[in-house]
């Protein structure tokens, strides 16, 4: 199967909390780490956890890691215009990072 | 911090030239690595350099050539472009320590006619 799965798409509404989820492959990663890409950006750092973790918050941003499914999730709290974007959640295979095509993020006013 | 800058940003080409992508950091990472960005497909990796001297081919390598001149610089180089080489090529950095989290500049729109 894929390195990692994630939705392609997702709409919310300003103000609504966004989650987006994530299915990897390979566990051998010490950390998971979440990007975000803005139109016409390169990707950038959001967050990342340590994967004996299952929790860790940082202001609007909440990641969840489940390990034995292999599910880590981003939730934005209040979410706003200046979030959307596409959201990446690389997978590992052996040395290095795979990207999927990543979830793309609309927030409607 | 300028942290991994790339040049050009925006390049157009015709069919059988060539050019360089230059990619530079300023954060001393060990590794280097050239990924390119094509719509529905997420981020493939082309050539990777774990360290000065050494690099790897990638997933999709055919038709690159990269050379990581020291610790800070690592080129790509197309020898003959072609269409499907239109892209978004993104140049990355990775600390190696720590949480070792890979380090994005800001891409190379290229356009081959």
């Known amino acids: 199967g894929e390195d990692v799965e994630q939705s392609l798409f997702l709409s919310v509404r300003e103000g609504d909390s966004s989650v987006i989820n994530c299915t990897y492959t390979?566990?051998?990663?010490?950390?998971l780490y979440w990007y975000k890409q803005e139109p016409g950006a390169g990707l950038q750092l959001l967050t990342y956890?340590?994967?004996?973790?299952d929790m860790k918050q940082d202001q609007r941003l909440t990641v969840l890691l489940n390990k034995k499914d292999k599910h880590l999730s981003l939730r934005i709290a209040d979410t706003q215009t200046g979030d959307s974007a596409i959201y990446f959640c690389?997978?590992?295979?052996?040395?290095?990072?795979?990207f999927g095509p990543g979830t793309r993020l609309s927030v409607l006013p | 911090n300028a942290g991994v800058t790339q040049t050009p940003k925006f390049q157009v080409l015709k069919t059988g030239q060539s050019m360089t992508l230059q990619c530079a950091q300023d954060?001393?990472?060990?590794?280097m690595y050239w990924y390119r960005q094509d719509p529905g497909m997420g981020l493939r990796l082309i050539y990777y350099?774990?360290?000065?001297?050494?690099?790897d081919k990638g997933e999709v390598p055919n038709g690159y050539n990269v050379s990581r001149l020291n610790k800070r610089e690592f080129s790509l180089r197309l020898e003959s472009a072609a269409p499907s080489q239109t892209s978004v090529y993104f140049c990355?950095?990775?600390?190696?320590?720590?949480?070792?989290?890979?380090?994005f500049g800001a891409g190379s729109r290229l356009t081959v006619l």
């Open positions: 390979d566990s051998s990663s010490t950390y």
């Open positions: 956890i340590f994967s004996n973790m």
């Open positions: 990355a950095s990775r600390e190696g320590s720590g949480a070792n989290v890979l380090t």
């Open positions: 350099s774990a360290s000065e001297g050494t690099t």
């Open positions: 690389p997978g590992y295979r052996g040395q290095n990072f795979v």
């Open positions: 954060m001393n990472h060990n590794s």
